[in-house]
C-alpha cells in the first residue's frame, strides 16, 4: 500500500481516563512509591486482586449507586452470553472482602493489607468525573474483634504518605458514627441512613438547609435538630469528652474518639481535628470515621482520603464476623487536581541520570563499557545513539532534564545545571 | 438482620483471572521492581495507558486474532449504547501506537518508554489461558530512522531484567526476518506471510509436516523448501556471515544480524544465540526479531520474552514513519507457571522486617516510639496489636517470616532465624 493511499484514523482522547505524559507520569510514580514505601514501613502487605469480578459479588450488598462497567467479548456468541457475566471493580473493598472471603484459611490475621490499582465507573461524562482512577488503601480486617488502637494508626499512616508529598497542610478530621447514631437512638430515630446522610451534606448544603431536609424529609422535630446541629460543631477531646452521652452507645462512641486522639497526640499540632460533622453517608461505617483536606490548596474542595472502621467486612460472602479499619486516598483525582492547577512542576522528562556522549562510530565499545560501569554504580545511563555534533547530544540530555553528561573520549563529566566539567572515573563516580 | 437469616453469596474464581496470597505477590512485586529498575537504568520512562481504548483504535490494523472486552455500563440506557465503544487493550503496543500519534509533538525522539501493566483478553476459560496478565515492554521509537544499535540494547537489558529473577540459564534467540524474505523474494514468491506463518511452526510441528504444508498451502516447490529450511538450521555468526545472498535484501539481513550479533559479544556465553528458524508470525515485524527460552524450566516450553523490529508503528493513527524496535516479557504467565511447579519459594508473609513486642498495654507509647525509631532507620515495623503472652507475639512473627522481635522493655531484639537476643538501640540498630 503506498503511503498517500494509507487510512488514517485518528484518536481521541477518552473521557474520564486520564493519561499523563512521560514527565508527568515520573512523578506520579514518584508518588505512588513514597505511598508504598509508608505503607510497608507499617507492616501493610499488598495484595492486588483481578480488575474484574462477578457482578454477583460485585452487587452482593444490593444495589450500589457506583455504575459497574461489565465485559462482553467483541466477537460473542450465544454460548458466551450464557458465560456468568463479570465487570469491573469499582472501588478496592468490595475485592478486599471477596478475597479475604475466598482465601480466610490461608491469611494470618490481623490482616493488614495495602492496595494500589485502578478502579472504574462508568459514569457518565462529565468535567472532573473519572471512570479510571487509581485508589490507595490501607485496611485491618481482624476476626471478631480488631483493636481500637489501629483506628489510630490510619490517620498516622496517611500523614506520613501524604506529607511528603509536597501538597501543603493536611488536616484529617476524625469522628465517630456512635456518637450520632447514639443520640438518634435516644432520640427515637429507627431509620438512621436518611438522617446521617442528610448530616453528611453540612458541608455542602449549610446548617440551615440541612435543617429543613431533616424536618421535611426525615420527620425530626426542630428540637433534634437543633441537637443534631450543635453536636457537629463540637471539635477539640476536651469538648468532646464534655459532652453528656444520652445513652451506652454515645458514651462508647466519646471513648473511642478521646482514645483515638490520645494516640495521635505526637502527630504536628492542627493535624487531626476532631469534628463532629464528619459522619460519612455510607452506611457501612459503624465506628470511627475519616476525612482529609488539603488546607493550602483551594482548588481541592473534596476530602482527599477517607474511611473508617466497620463492624463487617465480608458477610455477604462468608460467615465470619470479620471486623475492620480502613482508609483510601483518592490518588488520580488529587494528581489530576495538582497537576491541572500548576502545583506539580516536572523537570525530568525520563529516569535518565547521565547521557554518555558518543564521540564517534568506533567508540561505541567503549562508551557502552562506561555507561555499564555507571549502571553499575547504581545510576540509570543512556549511551547517544548517534555519532552526531556534541552540541546537539548535549542539547538531546538538557531537552529532557538529564543531570550529567559523561565524555568518554576526556574521561570527564559535565552536571548541566552547574556548568561544571571535571575528570571521573565511572566506576567510582556518584551524581549528586 | 440476624446473623442465621443472611444471605451469603460464595465467590467463585474467575477463570483466567490470576490473583496470589499475599506472600507470593511479595515476590512478585520483586520481580517487578527489578524489572522496572533494569529498564530505568537503561534510560527508558515509564508510561501507563488507561486499560481502555476506542474500539476503532484497537481495530484499526483490521481484524486482529486477539480477543477484545468490550466495555457497557451495567445500567445502561439506548443514548449510552450510541456512545462510542470501548474495549480493554489486548497488549501495550496498541496503545503504545495510539499514545505516540496522539502525543508526537510532546514527545522527545528516541523515545524509549517502558510499559508494565495488565492487558486483557476475552479468550474462551481453557488451561493456562490467562484472560488478564501483566507485560513488561521496552520499545524505541524513532522518526524516519532508527539505529540498528538499539536492536542489540534489547537483549542486553532483557538479559539483565531475566537473570536476576532466579530463573536460571536464559537463551534469547535472534534472527533477522530479511534473510527469510529476501530469499522468499529471490524464489520470487508474492505471498510471504502464509510462508513465515508456516515456518514458526517449525517448533511445534517439526521440518516433515512444515515442508508438507509449504508444498501444499503455500505452493512452494520440494526445492525451495529445502532451501528455506536449511536455511533455519542456520546459527552461529560465523554460518550467518558464510551465507550466500541472493538479494540485497538478504544482505541487508545477513548484515544486520551479524552487527547485532557483535554487539552483543560482551554478554556470557549461550546467552544470545543467532536462529535463522525464528521467524515470528507476526507480520509487522520487518527486521531483527527475538524470542527466549528458559534452559532450566522444563515445563516452561513457550519464549517468555519476544519481539522484534517494525518499520511503522503508528501509522493506522498518525501520517508519519515511525520505525521502532521493542520486546515483551510475559509477566503473569511466566509467573504463574513457576509459582505452579515450585520453583518459587515464599518465606515472608509480609514486608515486615522488625515486631515490636507490646509488653502490657501501659507501655503502649513506649512501643510506638521505639516502632517509629526503627522506621526511620528504614526498617519495616509492626507493634503487635494486643498485650498478649510474650509466646503468641513471637508466634505470629513467626508465622509470617517477620526477621526479628523487638523487646522494648529489655532494649533488646533477637534474631528469630539464629535464635540470638542481644541489647541494641532503635535508633541505630540496623537489620542484616
Not at 466477537?75 to 469499582?90: M, N, P, V, Y
Not at 454515645?250 to 487531626?272: C, N, R, T, W, Y
Request: net charge negative; with cysteine.
Amino acid at each position: 500500500m503506498s503511503k498517500d493511499k494509507k487510512q488514517i484514523y485518528k484518536p481521541k482522547a477518552i473521557s474520564g481516563f486520564p493519561e499523563w505524559l512521560p514527565e508527568e507520569r515520573l512523578i506520579e510514580q514518584q508518588w505512588l512509591d513514597h505511598i508504598r514505601r509508608v505503607f510497608e514501613s507499617y507492616g501493610y502487605t499488598s495484595i492486588e486482586t483481578p480488575a474484574a469480578e462477578e457482578i454477583d459479588v460485585l452487587t452482593a450488598k444490593g444495589e450500589t449507586d457506583k455504575e459497574i462497567y461489565t465485559l462482553t467479548r467483541l466477537q460473542a456468541d450465544d454460548s458466551d452470553k450464557r458465560e456468568a457475566r463479570i465487570g469491573l471493580h469499582f472501588d478496592q473493598t468490595v475485592p478486599l472482602a471477596r478475597y479475604t472471603a475466598m482465601h480466610f484459611n490461608e491469611l494470618d490475621f490481623p490482616f493488614k493489607r495495602y492496595a494500589m490499582q485502578k478502579v472504574w465507573r462508568g459514569e457518565r461524562p462529565q468535567l472532573g468525573r473519572m471512570r479510571e482512577f487509581y485508589q490507595c488503601d490501607i485496611d485491618v480486617i481482624h476476626v471478631d474483634h480488631l483493636p481500637l488502637h489501629f483506628d489510630a494508626e490510619m490517620p498516622a499512616v496517611i500523614y506520613e504518605a501524604l506529607s511528603a508529598l509536597d501538597i501543603g497542610r493536611i488536616q484529617i478530621k476524625i469522628s465517630n458514627r456512635k456518637i450520632l447514631l447514639g443520640l438518634l437512638d435516644a432520640m427515637g430515630v429507627e431509620d438512621t441512613i436518611p438522617v446521617t446522610r442528610t448530616v453528611d451534606k453540612l458541608d455542602k448544603l449549610g446548617p440551615e438547609e440541612v435543617t429543613k431536609l431533616l424536618m421535611n424529609d426525615c420527620g425530626l422535630s426542630k428540637d433534634h435538630c437543633e441537637k443534631i446541629l450543635h453536636l457537629t460543631t463540637v471539635s477539640g477531646v476536651a469538648d468532646i469528652r464534655a459532652i453528656t452521652p444520652d445513652n451506652d452507645q454515645m458514651k462508647e462512641g466519646i471513648e473511642e474518639l478521646a482514645f483515638v486522639l490520645d494516640q495521635l497526640s505526637h502527630l504536628p499540632e492542627g493535624v487531626i481535628k476532631a469534628d463532629l460533622s464528619i459522619v460519612r453517608g455510607l452506611d457501612y461505617y459503624t465506628g470511627t470515621v475519616y476525612e482529609t483536606r488539603l488546607l493550602d490548596i483551594p482548588e481541592f474542595t473534596s476530602s482527599v482520603c477517607s474511611g473508617g472502621r466497620y463492624d463487617d467486612l465480608a458477610g455477604s460472602y462468608i460467615n465470619k464476623h470479620l471486623p475492620g479499619v480502613g482508609i483510601s486516598i483518592g490518588f488520580t483525582r488529587l494528581f489530576d487536581v495538582l497537576r491541572h492547577h500548576g502545583y506539580i512542576k516536572a523537570h525530568k522528562k525520563c529516569p535518565t541520570d547521565v547521557l554518555v556522549i558518543l564521540p564517534d562510530e568506533d567508540m561505541r565499545a567503549e562508551t557502552a563499557k562506561v555507561a555499564q560501569a555507571l549502571r553499575a554504580g547504581g545510576h540509570n545511563v543512556e549511551v547517544y545513539h548517534a555519532p552526531q555534533k556534541i552540541g546537539k547530544q548535549i542539547a538531546y540530555a538538557e531537552k529532557k532534564g538529564i543531570g550529567y553528561v559523561w565524555f568518554p573520549d576526556l574521561g570527564e563529566v559535565k552536571n548541566l545545571a552547574s556548568g561544571t566539567q571535571e575528570k571521573a572515573n565511572a566506576t567510582t563516580w556518584k551524581a549528586k
